[in-house]
């Protein structure tokens, strides 16, 4: 789920439904704990035990770390792994608690046994949104970005021609 933000800081937002006190934890509060079974990339789990939970919410392998690698800050990732308290966050809206694995899913009609994993992406606008360069540019590195994401996370290679 893609949309544009407005708030000051020119990072990506990315939500797994996931607040942002629950992304300040350290990383064994994360990781012990049943906050997984609430996030939007649940089911990865089953397909993931190299990473912990942790790591693939704000990682070097993270979808936060990789856009961070091709450009494009966000947040969470391994250089900013949560909001700070006074900062604006989007943590996923209905599309991710509808439509992926997350136990929210039920309440809203979907499966909480989904294999389909969701994460709603708030761009910021300069250098992403603000011309047609800038958003063939930020198309460009999402297709990276997710291709890496799958194979390194799902296994999944895919082909470009």
């Known amino acids: 789920d893609l949309h544009g933000h407005g708030h000051p800081i020119p990072r990506l937002e990315l939500g797994y439904l996931l607040g942002a006190a629950t992304l300040r934890l350290q990383d064994v509060e994360l990781d012990n704990s049943t906050r997984q079974d609430t996030s939007s990339i649940r089911a990865l789990a089953g397909h993931d ?48 608690r509808r439509y992926g694995c997350g136990i929210a899913a039920a309440s809203l009609g979907g499966s909480v046994d989904s294999r389909v994993c969701g994460v709603q992406i708030e761009a910021h606008y300069p250098g992403v949104r603000d011309s047609a360069p800038s958003r063939a540019r930020f198309a460009d590195a999402t297709v990276q970005v997710l291709e890496l994401y799958l194979e390194m996370h799902w296994s999944v290679r895919l082909r470009r021609n």
């Open 49 to 96: 035990a190299r990473h912990s939970f942790s790591q693939r919410l704000r990682g070097p392998t993270s979808l936060g770390s990789l856009y961070a690698a091709f450009g494009y800050p966000a947040v969470p990732s391994a250089d900013a792994p949560a909001p700070l308290d006074d900062e604006p966050y989007f943590s996923g809206g209905y599309n991710t």
